[in-house]
């Protein structure tokens, strides 16, 4: 790890304020809503007024027909920088890094970074079919089970090339029901065994329930600023000490076993000036556990192909020997759409910054952030990664 | 192994007939290139002219060199299957209803990865497949993964058979028993395992050679119909509206003259009446029944099939009234299968060439048998082909059409 990164670093910019608006199964609320709530938690929790937010970032599938610039007269807002970001599960990741680079370069001072979605009782439904035109074309009309059919061939490939089983997988997902437990947000309150894991109904097999995220309603949303701004502010702050996105990487795959973090983690490393075995904590993607896992291998825990030994040999709770999704992931506390994007950083900003309460992971100095998202036909497009440090 | 097909049972009257759902249809305009291929029962996929790339999804542009100039071509189908999944969960209605539901990831030849229905006796992932396009009940171009060596009763897997129209167990309808191709159509629907053929007869008083080989089958039921006969049409439709599964209307007047030759416009009257207004007759007396049936369990109503003529596509001058009719009889039946997409009711059109009967007597070889025409027929219900041209002759004007139709008709204008 001691090639140097040639991208300059994020010296002096410092994400602040993780917000959570509780996330609900069903909500008869637009998205506009949800944003609306979690700008309004971001001004009250850090104490600045409105009009000094003068970035903002927005993600959301269900804001439609409206994007960012629509969003910002309905919350009154005059930003000079604006960014809407419909990367899904790698939005959280990328919002930070667009926004450290535009703090560290003066083109806004406070950029609120914020990510939410509603859902109505048909709102999956209709993302689905009008997800992208390959999925329109290509996807949909084979079942329609939306990305459960994509994600269980990814699934099954990877168990039949890598030796995996479902108990592996199995093993993360009660590990983060363990970790849900301690998080209040989580819509899951009921421990889960493995045996009632690998019991449950199927749903496009190799996927059953517990592999699949629940879709719910609910918003996260972060601040990025400088370091001295946020000390004068007396707030919490976590260092930015790395980061990377990749889109479209390894076109050329038959099926996706790896995803841009295989492209690019020397870089991020190399940006942080840390490795693997300095990372504390690990908050990946989790939209189904053949993602994680593809996370941890790709980011450099293990090699590709030996998650299995992998899993077999760790611990996953927040107190255990690699405290993964450490409130749960998506799988436990629910997806509430672009909003799944965030849950990890945000999870990440409350550990660095002693805030996680009964789940905190002892002596936590740097966590790792990782993002994925948009599967548009056969595979997730978009990757993302942040190292963040302790301030 | 797919299990061999059973007679269906009686159907309870007073149970409630499902009501027919499509698969989700919408495409881009693009990938309707898979459809127009899907309905000629071929597989295309975009090629670049420029760099050479074979691409899936469809696209506008070429994803290697940029070029706008994609070409679908003719593919193998070949490839390995990478994954399996059986869906128990849909989002959609169509598929909610036949859940379980086998999909496949399979990497072509031609180094693409596309999602496939999965044919029941594909083997586990890693198997050799062959992928094809087909049309499913919403008319769009869909692929499926079908095991790479035929399988016994390889037509009977009840994924497959949402595709096709196979006439197996099925009733139909023929609307012409007198002519050759007639009586080949039905011959070869038995062949194919049809449940019960109702045979049209017009002027049943007449003989007409076969017809009384035809009453001898146990299959064939012989009933009056003119298609001219407004009344008799509907007559007909109601007694034997509920049960049918599939039309074909093979019943046609062809007169061979253009405009100069013949005084008069009564016999070109005489063809439109059957070849166009025939088959409005008889649209309006059973499409509304088949559209209320496109999902009546394992024999539902899946099929209408209209004899046209390679001359419906340019007008054959020397058959110039006829070519008309069939013009028109085309532009309708594009009516009709709007009008049964919602029911997932497919309307195959047939353009044989000319075909080896009396009335093409002058016209030089090659003509279409009755026997290679029915053949074509029930292949394209069992394929679940749209467009159907069957013949040398056919394919070559199709061609020829597909490169330039003013070219064709100024060849045609001799
Ligand atoms: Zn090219």
Known sequence: MDKRSARRGYEGVVAVVPITVPYVRYSIRTAHWFLARVLAELIRASGIDKASIDGLCVSSFTLAPDTAIGLTQHLGVSPRWLDHIPLGGASGVVALRRAARAVQCGDAQVVACISGDTNHVDSFRLTLSNFSSFARDAVYPYGAGGPNASFAFLTANYMREFGLERADFGKLCVAQRDNALRYPQALFKRPLGLQEYLDARPIAEPLRLFDCVMPCAGAEGFLVMSADRARSLGLAAVQVLGTIERHNSYPDDPVQVRGGWAMDRDDLYAQAGRGPQDVDLMQAYDDYPVISLMQIEDLGFCQKGEGARFIREHSFTWDGNFPFNTSGGQLSVGQAGAAGGYLGMIEALRQLTDAAADRQVAKAQTALVSGFGMINFDRGLASGAALLGRA | ?414
């Not at chain 2, 290139?33 to 999804?57: H, I, M, N, S, W």
């Not at chain 2, 040398?392 to 045609?412: G, I």
């Open chain 2, 1 to 414: 192994m797919t299990s061999p097909l059973t007679r269906p049972r009686r159907k309870n009257p007073v149970l409630r007939t499902r009501l027919p759902n499509l698969p989700p249809g919408g495409r881009s305009r693009v990938a309707l290139g898979l459809t127009a291929a899907a309905a000629l029962g071929r597989f295309e996929l975009q090629c670049c002219r420029d760099c050479g790339k074979v691409q899936y999804p469809p696209s506008e542009a070429c994803q290697v060199c940029l070029s706008e100039r994609l070409q679908w071509r003719e593919q193998s189908g070949a490839g390995e299957l990478l994954a399996v999944t059986e869906l128990a969960h849909s989002n959609d209605l169509f598929f909610r209803e036949r859940l379980p539901w086998r999909l496949g990831m399979v990497r072509l030849d031609c180094a693409v990865t596309v999602v496939a229905h999965l044919h029941g006796d594909c083997a586990a992932a890693g198997a050799r497949v062959r992928v094809e396009a087909v049309l499913d009940r919403s008319g769009q171009g869909v692929l499926i993964a079908m095991p790479d060596k035929e399988t016994a009763h390889m037509a009977d897997d009840p994924q497959l058979r949402e595709f096709t129209c196979d006439p197996k167990y099925r009733k139909v309808l023929v609307t012409d028993g007198r002519t050759a191709v007639g009586q080949a159509i039905v011959h070869s629907l038995i062949r194919a395992g049809a449940d019960l053929i109702w045979v049209g007869q017009s002027e049943p008083w007449k003989q007409f050679p076969g017809i009384e080989a035809l009453r001898t089958l146990p299959q064939v039921s012989l009933v009056p119909l003119d298609l001219s006969d407004s009344e008799a049409v509907s007559e007909l439709c109601a007694e034997i509206g509920g049960r049918v599964d599939i039309v074909i209307n093979n019943a046609e007047l062809h007169r061979p003259f253009g405009i100069a030759a013949r005084a008069g416009i009564e016999a070109a009257r005489a063809e439109m009446d059957i070849n166009y207004f025939g088959l409005l007759r008889l649209a309006q007396g059973l499409g509304p029944a088949l559209r209320a049936r496109g999902a009546d369990g394992q024999s539902s109503a899946v099929a209408w099939v209209n004899l046209l003529s390679i001359y419906a596509l340019s007008n054959y001058p020397p058959h110039g009234t006829f070519s008309a009719s069939k013009a028109a009889a085309l532009s309708l039946a594009q009516c009709l299968r709007a009008e049964m997409r919602p029911a997932g009711v497919r309307v195959i059109n047939v353009f044989p060439g000319p075909i080896d009967d009396e009335w093409n007597q002058t016209v030089l070889p090659p003509k279409v048998s009755a026997a290679a025409l029915a053949t074509a027929i029930t292949r394209a219900l069992q394929q679940g082909i749209e467009d159907v041209f069957p013949g040398d002759v056919a394919q070559e004007w199709l061609a020829r059409w597909r490169d330039n139709p003013k070219a064709l008709e100024r060849e045609l204008a001799g």
